[in-house]
Nanobody, 122 residues
Framework: QVQLVESGGGLVQPGGSLRLSCAASGSIFRINAMGWYIQAPGKQRELVAF???????NYADSVKGRFTISRDNAKNTVYLQMNSLKPEDTAVYYCNAHILRGALEIRYTDYWGKGTLVTVSS
């Protein structure tokens, strides 16, 4: 079994910062891309940022210059540093990872965390 566990969400004032973490554990042979997605009430899940195993990154236009994604491969952990937060950043943030569970697997499987709520409000 593989688990992704997010942490670091909470309530923050506009202009503030939060750092999200997501640790993958369990039967893991290799992790390819890891990323963060948001899902606001009544909307579809959308990509915020992802990072590949070699450190290449990609961001949604709405967060460029404000959010930074990083990862610690030794800890199977991905981070999202969120600065200059806006009320429209309020959402549940989900961690995603493409994982091979064993050396004999040939296709990566998508795994998701349960989400952490970020609320930006004064």
């Amino acid at each position: 079994q593989v688990q992704l566990v997010e942490s670091g969400g909470g309530l923050v004032q506009p202009g503030g910062s939060l750092r999200l973490s997501c640790a993958a554990s369990g039967s893991i042979f290799r992790i390819n891309a890891m990323g963060w997605y948001i899902q606001a009430p009544g909307k579809q899940r959308e990509l915020v940022a992802f990072i590949t195993s070699d450190g290449s990154t990609n961001y949604a236009d709405s967060v460029k210059g404000r959010f930074t994604i990083s990862r610690d491969n030794a800890k199977n952990t991905v981070y999202l540093q969120m600065n200059s937060l806006k009320p429209e950043d309020t959402a549940v943030y989900y961690c995603n990872a493409h994982i091979l569970r064993g050396a004999l697997e040939i296709r990566y499987t998508d795994y998701w965390g349960k989400g952490t709520l970020v609320t930006v409000s004064s």
